[in-house]
């Protein structure tokens, strides 16, 4: 669920860039996903339903004709648009600049250093104020 709410956000945020589009349609197999984003309720995925709101509420302030609408289409239902779709994710290849730098431990070990570098020059400026 995370996940597909990750990738809608993605999305989202990623379209509402463009000038020209002033419609959305997200085609989701996992309808149940996008409903969680209007679900005023407390649950575990508030964060990207959040983030997706925020985003949404800039898209539609732009202009008062801008729309969303999602559609279900489920994986088993063999929809043409579907199998479209799903062949041509599958066969993109997606070749990185620095293949070293999209890894989770890359990025996990580059925040934990910026953290040390900041502690490290916080904890030198409380040390020369004391001398």
Request: glycine residues 0%; contains cysteine; proline residues 4%.
């Amino acid at each position: 669920m995370e996940a597909e709410l990750f990738t809608i956000r993605c999305d989202i945020n990623q379209t509402i860039q463009i000038p020209e589009v002033s419609h959305i349609a997200i085609i989701t197999d996992t309808i149940y996903a996008a409903y969680q984003i209007f679900n005023s309720l407390i649950h575990p995925y508030q964060y990207q339903s959040i983030a997706i709101l925020k985003d949404l509420r800039g898209f539609f302030n732009k202009h008062s004709s801008n729309s969303i609408e999602f559609w279900d289409c489920p994986s088993n239902n063999n929809q043409p648009l579907h199998s479209i779709v799903n062949k041509k994710t599958k066969k993109f290849n997606f070749t990185p600049l620095f293949s070293c730098k999209l890894s989770w431990d890359f990025n996990k070990k580059s925040e934990c250093d910026d953290i040390l570098k900041t502690w490290k020059i916080t904890f030198q400026v409380f040390n020369n104020k004391d001398r």
